[in-house]
């Protein structure tokens, strides 16, 4: 199995970062498998969405909805909120997989591979790439 860390800079605001173009080139000439993308944070998620389109401030606004950043969570160090971003990942999990056909990605046509992150007191990300021939 090849695998290869990257690192991505999210910023200081919630963020749905699109990784499909970095996803795809890595794969790029590496044939038939499957690539795995993962985050390995505790409060960030890997998303297959449409974006550029709204869907993916219509994704920040609905975890808005289910994760307030308000005063009610138990993991309450960091920035106001930042317990909701622990519980994150398990609505949007930390990982994806992707099937990859001749060195290319086999996404649907409106599909992205997206980082999501609502932390913001961790704007360096790390991001495991892992590619499994078939």
């Known amino acids: 199995m090849d695998s290869e860390l990257i690192h991505v800079r999210t910023g200081s605001t919630e963020r749905v970062l699109d990784l499909t173009a970095r996803v795809a080139t890595w794969v790029e000439g590496r044939g038939d498998g499957l690539v795995h993308v993962f985050v390995p944070h505790a409060t960030a998620g890997i998303a297959i969405i449409e974006t550029g389109a709204g869907s993916d401030d219509d994704l920040l606004a609905a975890l808005g909805d289910l994760l ?63 590619f499994l021939r078939g």
């Open 68 to 130: 307030p950043a308000d005063d009610r969570w138990r993991h309450a160090h960091g920035s106001r909120g930042h317990g909701r971003s622990h519980v994150m990942p398990a609505i949007v999990p930390p990982y994806a997989s992707v099937p990859v056909l001749d060195g290319r990605l086999a996404l649907g046509t409106w599909q992205s591979i997206c980082l999501v992150d609502l932390n913001l007191d961790n704007p360096d990300r790390e991001i495991r790439l892992s």
